[in-house]
């Protein structure tokens, strides 16, 4: 973050202040010549703040799912995007976004997700004799790790659940907060300058 | 209100809607300008820096809720979470088609139309497309040719600043350009290709586009966040609420009135005049009539000739300013919908940051000098190249997109590795005007506020199906020309349904003779003189360009006639 009382923050947060101030309707927009790129991305963002954030979901407003189903998919979530430097899917709430996005879909596509969530538990039962979210890290890792090699002899279904979950929570990770700001480290948007190589000057 | 006649009544806010509001007013006449739909507030009605996890189903949408309440406008590739309250709300807006003929009525209603949702390409026109038809003895000839509108492109596109590249090419005239923007190294490359294997003939260009490369005339250069479909707070690209509205307002002389759905004309038959119009209020549903010298009919293709039809009387039966029987006929998209695709490989070293709202552009290159192609007119290309998986150029994954391999720790390192680059182009074909392509009224339906409704009829013919056909393959073999592998056509058998290509226009055209066009060269109504038409409703033949800007010369041009013409008593 910049210095708070450097002049050009000052004269951004100026410009902020002023923007607020003045617009009202679409008729009385003021003219922007003049204020930086990264000026207007930050004029742009605090006015959309206050419309727009919706903040992440309350995880006790589950939808779809059974608390342990929520767990599960907890640990499922986590497993495959853990925390290592920076927070994983259970610090980005993945669980929460599946089960909105599994409200949103019909139901036959909320069945084949859950019946492969109930999977998991079958066969983290028949492996380990303990439902998958009270098997040992070791164990859960064993069982994922079986679900996406490449010569998987897991069944058809097991195995497409694993793809199923695995782009849920990857899209769930890095569409969240903590995944485009802390992991992504997303500082804003860059001018688009395209290619610069002398090579592929025409 | 209901008693004040204004110099001039102006019915849709939209792409040239503005623009007359603005010429008018700055000509000085008092105008009032009716929106049908609602006001929009940049406050809380943009949504272009929305993150993913500002929207409930983080750009996914509630499938549900589109399925019932937008199942039309979720077709449009516009169209989002993040701003589906932007289209209009297909339940308050039927219309009906053929069983097998369907068309996708794609659009707004709100203060500024679809200027806030376009597509911000601008490609003017020159007299291969103006002579097209005369030539080719197809339809009606044009009225005009380009020396005729070249004034008035230069005059538009000044306003509004049109950023691109000259290139010098008489199918496609260079503009008023402010610097262009940038290319990526796969379109770099492809370039140097094309240009190469073919001479010249087919040049790779930066698209040419309303978006502001650099200050102007008090709007902001662009700062590359994305998604201009969602709005622009600071008034980066082309739209009626970053520019042609607030020069209208800063006459003094524009009264703007949201929620004021037309429902008809107001015809006088002693003077053969219309003195105004017939309103429905959006909110209340209180009828009320508006009064002025002149009407410029601005409501979009398709909504301003549908007026037309439900102001028939008993002098206009089949529809005001309807003498020539031709009203609703002739309606024409762009062919749309195939191309090809492929991986770009050789690349790696080289990066692709940040976002960009523009792609690259290939002008048409059939038929330029006589016929050397299966079909008559042509087709260009958009596309571009870019590099996939860049997260950390902020691109959004993808639900289903292929993903590395693994789960854990490694796959977090993973995706934090730009993937591979690719390219692709889509054609843009130009469409023959034929008469079968038309809009009627279908009396036993009506929209929200008691409107009559369309009944669209629209298909392909011989010409565009040997168009189409033609374009993946030539799309395919420009990317294996330019290095590609593993190049994938896309696009079904048939074109992309009437209406997919937004860019409906035809069903008021302009011609010299009253018997077979709606209007003169001045957009002027043939049978009605102080009635102007000057949404795409005008155009006699398509081109393949993108036709916004177009439009907004010829309103300008006609602008500037009426308010002369008015001045000198003949309106």
Redesign the interface.
């Known amino acids: 973050m910049a210095d708070p009382s450097a002049p050009e923050t000052m004269n951004r947060r100026k410009a902020i202040r002023n923007m607020t101030m003045v617009?009202g309707?679409?008729?009385s927009?003021?003219?922007?010549?003049?204020?930086s790129?990264e000026a207007?991305?930050a004029?742009?963002?605090s006015?959309?703040q206050h419309?727009?954030?919706?903040g992440?979901?309350n995880p006790s407003a589950l939808k779809v799912f059974t608390p342990h189903q929520n767990q599960t998919v907890i640990v499922l979530s986590e497993?495959?995007?853990?925390q290592?430097m920076t927070p994983?899917a259970k610090a980005a709430k993945v669980n929460a976004?599946i089960d909105?996005?599994l409200s949103?879909?019909?139901a036959s596509k909320r069945q084949e997700f859950l019946e492969g969530l109930q999977w998991i538990d079958i066969r983290s039962n028949q492996l380990f004799r303990a439902p998958f979210v009270r098997a040992t890290a070791e164990q859960q890792?064993e069982l994922?790790t079986r679900l996406?090699v490449?010569n998987s002899t897991e069944t058809t279904s097991g195995q497409n659940f694993f793809k199923l979950i695995?782009?849920?929570t990857?899209?769930?990770y890095?569409?969240?907060?903590v995944g485009?700001e802390e992991?992504?480290?997303?500082n804003g948007?860059?001018?688009?300058?395209?290619?610069t190589?002398s090579e592929?000057?025409? | 209100m209901a008693t004040k006649t204004y110099d001039a009544i102006v019915i849709g806010s939209g792409i040239t809607g503005g623009w007359a509001a603005k010429e008018l007013t700055e000509k000085g006449l008092d105008v009032l300008l009716l929106e049908a739909g609602k006001n929009i507030d940049p406050n809380k009605d943009y949504s272009e820096h929305q993150m993913p996890y500002d929207v409930k189903y983080r750009g996914l949408t509630d499938v549900k809720f589109m399925e019932e309440n937008y199942p039309i406008q979720r077709q449009c590739y516009a169209c989002r979470e993040y701003n589906h309250h932007l289209f209009v709300n297909d339940k308050e807006n039927p219309y009906t088609t053929p069983a097998d003929k369907p068309y996708l009525f794609l659009r707004g209603r709100h203060v500024g139309g679809r200027s806030i949702m376009w597509g911000r390409q601008v490609y003017r026109w020159s007299d291969l497309d103006f002579l097209a038809n005369e030539k080719d003895g197809v339809a009606i000839p044009w009225p005009v040719t380009y020396k005729d509108i070249e004034p008035w492109y230069d005059y538009v596109e000044t306003f509004v600043g049109i950023s691109g590249m000259k290139e010098g090419l008489p199918q496609l005239p260079d503009g008023r350009f402010l610097k262009p923007m940038a290319m990526s190294c796969g379109e770099r490359i492809m370039r140097q290709k094309i240009g190469e294997k073919w001479r010249g003939q087919r040049v790779v260009t930066i698209g040419r586009t309303a978006i502001l490369t650099e200050d102007h005339k008090g709007r902001a250069a662009c700062h590359y966040c994305g998604p201009c479909e969602q709005g622009c707070i600071t008034r980066s690209y082309f739209s009626t609420l970053n520019s042609t509205l607030p020069a209208a307002q800063a006459t003094g002389r524009l009264t703007l009135r949201p929620h004021s759905v037309v429902r008809g004309l107001i015809y006088d038959k002693d003077s053969n005049r219309v003195t105004g119009a017939y309103v429905v209020d959006g909110v209340s549903k209180q009828e009320l009539e508006v009064k002025g010298k002149i009407v410029f009919l601005c409501a979009s293709t398709l909504e301003s000739t549908r007026i037309l039809l439900n102001s028939a009387n008993p002098r206009y039966a089949n529809g005001l300013a309807n003498s020539s029987g031709v009203l609703g006929h002739y309606l024409m998209d762009h062919l749309y919908g195939s191309g090809a695709s492929a991986e770009y490989p050789g690349l790696e070293e080289y990066p692709d940051l940040g976002r960009r709202p523009n792609g690259i552009y290939i002008p048409r290159f059939q038929n330029l000098k006589g016929k050397d192609a299966k079909y008559l007119r042509g087709y260009g290309f958009q596309g571009g190249s870019h590099r996939a998986g860049y997260l950390g150029g902020f691109q959004l994954p993808s639900l289903g997109s292929s993903l590395p391999a693994g789960f854990g720790a490694s796959l977090k390192e993973a995706m934090k590795e730009p993937g591979g680059w690719s390219m692709s182009l889509s054609g843009f074909g130009e469409c023959i005007p034929d008469i079968r392509n038309k809009v009627e009224i279908n009396k036993n339906l009506t929209d929200k506020w008691g409107i009559p409704a369309l009944h669209i009829t629209a298909d392909w013919y011989e010409n565009d199906q040997t168009m189409y056909d033609e374009i993946r393959d030539v799309a395919a073999e420009m990317l294996e020309v330019s290095g590609c592998k593993n190049v994938r056509t896309f696009g079904e058998s048939k074109p992309a349904p009437p209406g997919k290509g937004i860019h409906e226009m035809g069903t008021a055209r302009m011609g010299n003779d009253p018997k077979t066009s709606v209007l003169n060269k001045w957009n002027q109504s043939h049978d009605i003189k102080n009635l102007f038409i000057t949404d795409g409703s005008f155009m006699t033949s398509s081109g393949c360009q993108n036709p916004s800007i177009t439009y907004m010369a010829f309103t300008a041009r006609a602008a500037d006639y009426a308010v002369e013409q008015l001045k000198k008593g003949n309106l």
Do not use: D, M, R
């Open positions: 617009l309707s679409a008729s927009i003021p003219a922007l010549s003049g204020l790129a207007l991305f004029q742009g963002q006015i959309h419309v727009s954030a919706k992440e979901p497993l495959i995007i853990p290592t994983g976004f909105i996005f949103s879909v019909n890792t994922l996406s490449p695995k782009g849920l990857v899209f769930g890095y569409t969240s907060k485009i992991e992504l480290k997303f948007w860059v001018e688009y300058k395209g290619c190589h592929h000057q025409s």
